[in-house]
Every structure is written in structure tokens, then in C-alpha cells.
């Protein structure tokens, strides 16, 4: 049968729930704030953002409530690259830590894996092929840019163009420059 799928009936017969105007109004609703800002959620819960280290914005949290303190730790990384190191003093001491997407190789370099990527890479460009690399995260995309053009220059390539085809790659290419951690 025709349509988006059969579970959900005809494309005609979804009923839209979002338009744009309301998309828009939630997106002004939103606050940007940066790292190590005291944020004040209605007098009862104070929240900073600290420096994850895993990518450009990722966050880890140091909430109080009066005398308990909560630490929230999601994807994070001690390994020293471009973005702002992990801040863990202000994480220390808790009352409740929050830990969530831990990884089941906390002894796993990522370098390693970058470094046969770019490997690949030089190798394909070498041999007059092209590279498509499907990604969908925007941080670690910025962190294999940043190999890749290393490499490239190490190994005389550096006129090999890097096309980004992402329907936010202006802004997310912008927010390194802007924010340059």
C-alpha cells in the first residue's frame, strides 16, 4: 500500500501537530548560557553547566537544592583535545551523583580510530577517490575536520576539499569560530 506507513495511515490523514509559528515561539523560550554560569531555576534549584571535554558544548551538571547538591555527568572525556578540558572539582562531594551514557571502554582512545580514519582517507584521496563520510553528530564531525585537515597538510593534500551537506552545517561551522573553546 501507499502512504508513510501503514501503521499510521495515508500522509494525508496525519494530523499535523507543530507549525512553524509554534516552533519558533518554543525555540525564543530558550536560554542560551555558558559554562560555569549560576543559573537560578525560580528560587528553589541552582544549576551551573560545567565543561564535559567530549565536545563543543557538551555540559555536565552541578545542581543544588538548599544542602544537597546533585551531580549529573552524561557524555564526557578526560582526554585533552580542542574543547574545554572536564571540570570534575565542581562535581565532587555530591549527595546524589546522575551518571548516564557511560562507556563500556573507559580505556578506549579515540585517537587511535581518528588516526585510521585520516589513514583511509589520505589513502582513497591518494588513489583518486572520493570519501563520504555519514555522520550525524555535529561535535564529533568538528573533531574529525579538524584531523583530517591536519593529516591532509601533513601528507601534501591540503587543496582536497572538506564539503559538509547538513542542513545546519553554516551554523554548526560557525559556532566553533564564535565560541572557540
Known sequence: SSGINAEYGQASQIKRVYNKEVIDLCFAKITPVRYNEQIDLFGLVD??????????????????AGEYKLSYVSSSSKLTNHTLPM?????????????????????YFPDNTLNEVCNVVISTVKSGGNVLIPCHSTGVILDLIE?????????????????????????ALAHPDIYGE
Open 147 to 171: 584531523w583530517l585537515i591536519q593529516n591532509l597538510n601533513k601528507n601534501s593534500l591540503s587543496e582536497v576539499p572538506i564539503i559538509i551537506v547538513s542542513p545546519v552545517a553554516d551554523a
Open 87 to 107: 571540570e570534575v572539582i565542581s562535581l565532587a562531594n555530591p549527595d546524589v551523583l546522575l551518571l548516564s551514557n557511560l562507556s563500556m571502554n573507559p580505556t
Open 47 to 64: 544549576c551551573v553547566p560545567l565543561p564535559a571535554g567530549h565536545s563543543i558544548g557538551s555540559a555536565n551538571w552541578a545542581i543544588k
